[in-house]
C-alpha cells in the first residue's frame, strides 16, 4: 500500500497540475479557457464595436460642425444684454496726486489702450453720419467697413492735452465701454450716467458730450467681418475738489436711455459698472 507520504505528494502534484492547465491547457489548446478561435472572435468584436463608436462620434462632430457658422456664433441667447467695462482696469483705485509713481500705473493703461483710438489709425475707417445704426450687407466673408472713433473726441480725457489724464490734478478721468454683442443694436439713445453714492452730488463731465453712446457703432458683425472694430467710449472726469480728497468715494455708472439692461441683481456688471476711488494729496 501506498504511504500517506506517497498520497500527499501525488496529490500535491495533481494541484499543481491544475493551476497550470487554467493558464494553458496543452490537451485542449485553451489559453486562460479559451481557444484560439474563442479569443479571435471576441478580439473581432470589440474591434468593430468600438470602430462603431468612433465612426459614430466623428460623423456626430462633422454634422454639428456643418451647423455652425464660421462668422456668427449659432447660440446667442445668453448675452443678450452687454456688460460696462472700465479703463483703468481697477475697480479700486487709491493714489496721492503730488505722487505720480502711485498714479503711473492707471495712466500708463489709459495710454496703452487709447493707441488704437489714434486719430492718425482712425482715419482709415470710414467718418459715418450720426444718429442712425450703421448697417451693411455684404457678400460671404466680405469685410465691414468701421465707423472712426477719434481719440481726440475724448477731449480733456484724451490724454493728449494732458498725458496724465487729470491726474496730477486730483481730477482723474475713467473710460467706459460696451462689451461687444454681434448684432446688437440698442433701442432708444443710450448713454452713461455716474453718481455717487452720497448725500452730496459730484460733479462730472462727460466726453462724448453728454456720455453718449451713437448708434452709428452698431450693429458689430463679429470678430472676422469687423476686424478693425473698436468700441465707442464715453470718458468721465470727476471735478473734485478738496472736500472730496481723503475719503473713499463710490462711483456707480449706468447705461440709461435705452433697452438695455441696468439693474439685473444677478450680474453686477450688466449694463453698469460700480468702482471705488480715493484722492490723496
Same mark, same amino acid.
Given at each position: 500500500?501506498?504511504?500517506?507520504? %506517497? ?20 490537451? &485542449? ?7 484560439? /478561435?474563442?479569443?479571435? !472572435?471576441?478580439?473581432? @468584436?470589440?474591434?468593430?464595436? =468600438?470602430?462603431? !463608436? ?12 456643418? &451647423? ?12 443678450? #444684454? ?8 481697477? $475697480? ?17 493703461? $489709459?495710454?496703452?489702450?487709447?493707441? #488704437? ?31 472712426? @472713433? ?13 498725458? &496724465?489724464?487729470?491726474?496730477t490734478e486730483g481730477r482723474p478721468c ?11 443694436k440698442p433701442r432708444g439713445d443710450p =448713454? ?33 467681418? #469687423? ?9 468721465? /472726469? ?21 433697452? !438695455? ?5 444677478? %450680474? ?5 459698472? &460700480?468702482?471705488?476711488?480715493?484722492? /490723496?494729496?
Amino acid at each position: 500500500m501506498a504511504s500517506n507520504e %506517497d498520497k500527499s505528494a501525488a496529490k500535491e502534484d495533481e494541484n499543481a497540475g491544475s493551476w497550470k492547465d487554467s493558464i494553458f491547457n496543452p490537451r &485542449t489548446g485553451e489559453f486562460c479557457g479559451r481557444t484560439a /478561435k474563442s479569443w479571435g !472572435l471576441i478580439l473581432l @468584436f470589440y474591434l468593430v464595436f =468600438y470602430a462603431f !463608436l468612433a465612426g459614430m462620434f466623428v460623423l456626430t462632430i462633422w454634422v454639428m460642425l456643418l &451647423t455652425l457658422d464660421d462668422y456668427v456664433p449659432k447660440y446667442r441667447d445668453r448675452v443678450p #444684454h452687454p456688460g460696462l467695462v472700465i479703463r483703468p482696469k481697477q $475697480l479700486d483705485m487709491l493714489f496721492n496726486r503730488s505722487q505720480p509713481l502711485q498714479f503711473a500705473q492707471y495712466v500708463q493703461t $489709459l495710454e496703452s489702450f487709447l493707441q #488704437h483710438y489714434n486719430d492718425t489709425e482712425q482715419e482709415r475707417n470710414v467718418a459715418c453720419a450720426a444718429g442712425g445704426y450703421f448697417e451693411q450687407e455684404g457678400e460671404v466673408g466680405e469685410q465691414r467697413k468701421v465707423c472712426q @472713433f477719434k481719440r481726440s473726441d475724448l477731449s480733456l480725457c484724451s490724454g493728449l492735452s494732458d498725458s &496724465t489724464f487729470g491726474y496730477t490734478e486730483g481730477r482723474p478721468c475713467v473710460l467706459l465701454k460696451m462689451n461687444r454683442i454681434i448684432g446688437l443694436k440698442p433701442r432708444g439713445d443710450p =448713454y452713461v450716467n455716474c453718481t455717487a453714492k452720497r448725500d452730496t452730488p459730484i460733479q462730472m463731465q462727460y466726453f462724448p458730450s453728454e456720455g453718449r453712446f451713437d448708434k452709428m457703432y452698431f450693429p458689430y458683425y463679429g470678430n472676422k467681418l #469687423h476686424e478693425r472694430y473698436v468700441q465707442p467710449l464715453v470718458a468721465v /472726469k470727476l471735478l473734485l475738489n478738496k472736500d472730496d480728497y481723503n475719503t473713499e468715494l463710490t462711483i456707480e455708472c449706468r447705461i440709461e436711455g435705452s433697452d !438695455l439692461r441696468n439693474n439685473d441683481d444677478r %450680474d453686477k456688471f450688466l449694463g453698469r459698472v &460700480t468702482f471705488r476711488i480715493t484722492v /490723496k494729496e
